[in-house]
């Protein structure tokens, strides 16, 4: 082929053909960029396919991942709440030796030995890392990986401190008392007394609940994000409903927000918790909500845009309200829940 043009352009050249060749040559030059450009194309489309098929593989397996950990994170979630719930009735003065002979975890509710490795998932670095390479489409998804990534560095530093505290109280006792290391029941039956009696204690347990109580927020926040991430990679690959979004959210263990009437805004239904937890709410409509929350620490309402069709995780004491309208002009209540979430239609 190249000998075939080489010819060419040698006879319009002994012919002294030169504007034809003029034309030729460029018409040539013309073929060359042509090539080029389909060429570059076709080498664009099959990266494009390559990273597409990255983006689902990697999408798939950290779907894979979230659902591996669900058990895991349901179970220390139990178990916070109720180490948590022992510290305020022992604090409280609400124990009696009977309880402690009946539950050995009020032998120890100054220990924390859990690590969250395996909460670590080298797919949430793998896509933050090829976050360019994600089209807009996944852009509430990426929003929601770096939330939990965000809540899980949280997580494992308020380990860190919880495991510096535990460690310190460990030495202190061994100290300081001798029958804290013993076997004897005259020992046990001391360490109870210390437990129930010692106000210096409940004074450390306090401090100690304040940072585990931190804990709990970073455990129900993360619950919460992995279920949104989950419900949005339903929704990009599935193009589920709002009712089918919600489906799935109760299979993954959550409950609906109960509805109260908005004449109950007397509040004589609220419940008494400890602790602030974190909910998951999903915007279903095509305009932006406002969102009520009364807060924790006094009685006042606060407010809370939620775009249409985007997702946020808002921190609330179970037992109390969130309201759609305003306080002045209620159209729907609710009560937060644990494990619960509001889909707003």
């Not at 060749?21 to 060429?39: N, T």
């Not at 896509?127 to 770096?146: A, C, G, H, T, W």
Request: glycine letters at 6%.
């Amino acid at each position: 082929m190249a000998r075939f043009f080489r010819n060419i352009r040698q006879q319009l050249l002994v012919e002294n053909r030169f504007t034809r060749y003029l034309i030729y040559a460029i018409g040539e030059i013309f073929l060359v960029v042509v090539g080029i450009m389909i060429a570059v194309n076709f080498n664009n489309q099959n990266n494009d396919k390559k990273t597409k098929a990255e983006t689902v593989r990697l999408i798939a397996d950290l779907e894979k991942g979230l659902k591996t950990n669900q058990f895991l994170l349901d179970r220390f979630t139990g178990r916070f709440d109720a180490q948590d719930s022992l510290m305020g009735l022992l604090i409280d003065g609400k124990l009696t030796e009977e309880n402690f002979r009946r539950n050995r975890i009020l032998n120890d509710l100054m220990g924390n030995s859990t690590q969250y490795a395996w909460l670590q998932d080298e797919n949430i670095i793998t896509i933050l890392q090829k976050e360019r390479d994600f089209d807009p489409s996944y852009n509430q998804l990426i929003k929601l990986i770096k939330s939990y990534k965000t809540r899980l560095d949280d997580l494992e530093k308020t380990a860190e401190e919880l495991n510096e505290l535990s460690n310190w109280n460990e030495k202190f006792m061994a100290d300081n008392f001798d029958w804290y290391s013993g076997t004897t029941i005259e020992d046990r039956d001391k360490k109870i007394q210390y437990f129930l009696q010692d106000p210096f204690y409940k004074n450390r347990l306090s401090l100690f609940r304040k940072k585990f109580g931190n804990q709990i927020s970073h455990i129900t926040s993360m619950g919460a994000i992995r279920a949104a991430i989950m419900g949005e990679i339903k929704r990009l690959n599935e193009g589920i409903t709002n009712a089918q979004l919600g489906e799935f959210f109760k299979s993954l263990g959550m409950n609906p927000f109960p509805e109260l009437d908005c004449s109950e805004l007397n509040r004589e239904w609220e419940g008494s918790f400890s602790g602030l937890s974190f909910f998951l709410f999903f915007n279903g409509t095509d305009e932006t909500v406002t969102i009520y929350r009364l807060r924790e620490n006094v009685d006042a309402w606060e407010s809370f845009k939620i775009n249409p069709g985007e997702y946020e995780i808002f921190g609330q004491v179970p037992g109390r309200g969130f309201m759609i309208g305003s306080p002045d002009s209620c159209q729907k209540l609710f009560v937060a829940k644990k494990r619960g979430y509001l889909l707003i239609e």
